[in-house]
């Protein structure tokens, strides 16, 4: 099993759980988070320092899913998040030693009064 983590614009993250939702996944996550790549955001600002460094908003997606299917599903990320301009994220892909379900323990059955 492996974890594929896609940090995307924002604009982009409905369309891409829209179609993740249909496929074939042990589980997915989201968060929204801030960050900077390559170009590391630096704007001009015009008071005590000559540059300020802001983070970029980007929506983490994390899906876990069998080792057979992950071409299938980063080929599916990248079709729609890529726009061709710098910034539209990172993919990476992680193997998952263990997944366990969490779930609630059956309650003992209590002697009747």
């Known amino acids: 099993m492996k974890e594929i983590v896609a ?5 982009l993250a409905e ?16 968060r929204e988070v801030k960050g900077y790549g390559r170009q590391k ?3 001009d ?6 540059y300020s460094m802001a983070f970029l908003p ?7 899913v069998d080792d057979a299917r992950v071409d299938e599903i980063l080929r ?4 729609i998040a890529r726009t061709g301009r710098m910034g539209d994220g990172k993919i990476m892909v992680m193997p998952v030693h263990a997944f ?12 009747a009064p």
């Open 7 to 11: 940090v995307v614009k924002p604009f």
């Open 15 to 30: 369309k891409l759980l829209d179609r993740l939702k249909r496929a074939p996944l042990e589980a997915l996550t989201v």
């Open 41 to 43: 955001s630096y704007l």
């Open 45 to 50: 600002e015009y008071g005590d320092s000559e």
């Open 58 to 64: 980007k929506v983490e997606i994390a899906v876990w």
């Open 76 to 79: 599916m990320i990248v079709e």
């Open 100 to 111: 366990e379900n969490i779930v609630e323990a059956p309650k003992p059955a209590s002697a």
